[in-house]
């Protein structure tokens, strides 16, 4: 099966500062990828649809500027979490999309801000 | 927008019975179903999907049903093993956007 990494897999770090998430497909290209933030018992909710070569689509709410995203290449896009505060602190998932409506995950990155 | 509820929350059956995880959703536009399979330390995989094309699908131990009039899909898993135990999210999407339920941890007790 297809499959998508995410680095880091934990970080902790203090109030204020930036923190650099990345997903990538490590077998195969991905036009589009999928920013998720997951609360403890609750479902994934999407933040946001990044495509490659062009700007990512937000979902309401979901602070651009604050959560930004860059989808550099079919295989890389990464969420920087700029001026990071605790209430930030969550799991955070990426997929990939391979074909239409087929998306895979990776396995999710633990941000924790002091 | 579409809103997807799934049931049980948690959910514990003995090893070699079956477990069943219903899902039900608000949009009628809504075309595919896929079911994800997330263990500890993994990442999520999809394990088995349905389009609204058909109203059963099944692979090995796994089934899916889909019921569009009622809006309601369910995962069956049969004979269940202790590599079963896994937290399991429904989604439900219409075109690229999926929405997802809140999961169901799946406890197989052996």
């Known amino acids: 099966g297809a499959v998508v990494s995410q680095h880091p897999s934990r970080v902790i770090c203090k109030s204020g500062t930036s923190v650099k998430i990345e997903c990538r497909s490590l077998?195969?290209?991905?036009?589009?990828m999928f920013w998720y933030r997951q609360f403890p018992k609750q479902s994934l909710m999407l933040m946001a649809t990044?495509?490659?070569?062009?700007?990512?689509?937000?979902e309401q709410g979901v602070e651009k500027d604050k959560f930004l995203i860059n989808h550099a290449s079919l295989t890389l896009s990464t969420l920087t979490v700029t001026s990071a505060h605790p209430e930030d602190s969550s799991f955070y998932i990426c997929?990939?999309?391979?074909?239409?409506?087929?998306?895979?995950f990776g396995p999710g990155t633990r941000l924790t801000v002091l | 927008g579409e809103n997807v509820e799934q049931h049980p929350s948690t959910l514990s059956v003995q090893e070699g019975d079956s477990a069943v995880i219903k899902c039900t959703y608000s949009?009628?536009?809504?075309?595919?179903f896929p079911w994800y399979k997330q263990e500890l330390g993994k990442g999520s995989q999809l394990i088995i999907d349905?389009?609204?094309?058909?109203g059963e699908k099944k692979d090995q131990r796994i089934a899916v049903t889909l019921n569009k009039t009622a809006k309601h899909f369910s995962l069956h898993i049969t004979e269940t093993q202790p590599e079963d135990s896994a937290v399991y999210f429904c989604?439900?999407?219409?075109?690229?956007?999926?929405?997802f339920g809140t999961g169901t941890r799946l406890t197989i007790i052996p």
């Open positions: 077998d195969f290209q991905a036009t589009t």
């Open positions: 349905i389009r609204s094309n058909v």
């Open positions: 949009d009628s536009a809504s075309n595919y």
């Open positions: 989604a439900a999407s219409y075109g690229e956007k999926l929405t």
């Open positions: 990044s495509n490659e070569g062009s700007k990512a689509t937000y």
């Open positions: 997929s990939a999309e391979r074909n239409s409506n087929e998306q895979f």
